[in-house]
């Protein structure tokens, strides 16, 4: 997207992460443990995968 800042991203998505991370103890039945455990874990993939966006767009050769 034009006019956006590539590097603001992963930082964004960590906190996204880390704040529901935060609200981990209200997820106590089987139910929302699974929701949780399964939303943290795609919250982890797509910072992984903006990481590795953000490294192609600002390293050696990006554009």
Not at 6 to 24: I, Q
Not at 38 to 46: D, Q, V
């Given at each position: 997207?034009?006019?956006?800042d590539k590097?603001a991203?992963p930082?964004?998505?960590?906190?996204?992460?880390?704040?529901?991370?935060?609200?981990?103890?209200?997820?106590?039945?089987?139910?929302?443990?699974?929701?949780y455990d399964?939303?943290?874990?795609?919250?982890?993939?797509?910072?992984?995968?903006?990481?590795?966006?953000?490294?192609?767009?600002t390293?050696?050769?990006?554009p």
């Amino acid at each position: 997207m034009p006019g956006l800042d590539k590097v603001a991203h992963p930082p964004h998505a960590k906190k996204l992460r880390c704040a529901a991370e935060f609200f981990d103890s209200l997820f106590g039945d089987k139910r929302g443990t699974g929701r949780y455990d399964k939303f943290i874990a795609a919250m982890e993939e797509m910072q992984d995968r903006l990481g590795v966006l953000n490294d192609l767009a600002t390293g050696p050769g990006g554009p």
